[in-house]
């Protein structure tokens, strides 16, 4: 099993430019997460899903938006960047299971807005 | 991988000492709490959690106290090793709410 995978690993864009981070795991986990790690604030969650289908908004939900169409796939939109968007972007994924205390992280991807 | 240049409260010790990480928490509503570790340039990996109502609970090397009273939560590492060296964060769970909330980290470096 790959876990959870993150795509890209870096990259840098211009204020105004948008992407999509995609985010895709194979343990068939219901529910999954995007966070932002930034200096000294820990991990803010942006959105999140509990199934296919469903988002629902975090903490800093902001400029960004969100897709899961398939239940392996969380896709993270910035429409148009800002420099306050620089971060790391973390995607996490649980079971529904006894164990939701237990999230599986990507890698991460830092993203630079000029 | 990624990781962030964080500026947090950073624990030195001496390999093979024990280390202790303390975190206060807010919500006296939480059901759960939780430790994660994140080495350099990986996400962060699942330790450990505690029930609300529990005081104490043991993992392999690990330790996790909590005191209600003061809402505070510490993480025991025994007999700390090179491979501890780590960002350490607690958060915190409640029923229903289908997400955690992170605390700022605490910074871990092991002296050979």
């Known amino acids: 099993n790959a876990g959870v995978t993150q795509t890209p690993k870096f990259r840098v864009l211009k204020t105004g430019q948008s992407m999509t981070l995609l985010c895709a795991q194979d343990?068939?986990?219901?529910?999954m997460y995007w966070y932002r790690q930034d200096p000294g604030m820990g991990l803010r969650l942006i959105h999140y899903?509990?199934?296919?289908?469903?988002?629902a908004k975090g903490e800093v939900p902001d400029g960004y938006n969100v897709s899961r169409l398939k239940k392996q796939n969380f896709l993270l939109g910035l429409e148009s960047a800002a420099p306050s968007q620089t971060s790391v972007y973390f995607c996490?994924?649980?079971?529904?299971?006894?164990?939701?205390?237990?999230?599986?992280f990507g890698p991460g991807t830092r993203l630079t807005v000029l | 991988g990624e990781s962030v240049g964080l500026h947090l409260p950073t624990l030195s010790v001496q390999e093979g000492d024990n280390s202790i990480i303390n975190c206060a928490y807010s919500?006296?509503?939480?059901?759960?709490f939780i430790w994660y570790k994140q080495e350099s340039g990986k996400g962060p990996q699942f330790i450990i959690d505690?029930?609300?109502?529990?005081d104490k609970r043991q993992g392999q090397r690990v330790t996790v106290l909590l005191n209600k009273t003061v809402k505070h939560l510490s993480l025991q590492i025994a007999a700390t090793q090179p491979g501890d060296s780590a960002v350490y964060f607690c958060?915190?769970?409640?029923?229903?709410?289908?997400?955690?909330?992170f605390g700022k980290g605490n910074q871990v470096v092991v002296i050979p």
């Open positions: 919500n006296s509503a939480s059901d759960y």
């Open positions: 343990m068939n986990h219901e529910y």
């Open positions: 899903s509990v199934g296919e289908g469903t988002t």
């Open positions: 996490a994924s649980r079971s529904d299971g006894r164990h939701y205390n237990e999230q599986f």
């Open positions: 958060a915190e769970a409640h029923y229903g709410n289908n997400r955690l909330a």
């Open positions: 505690i029930r609300s109502n529990m």
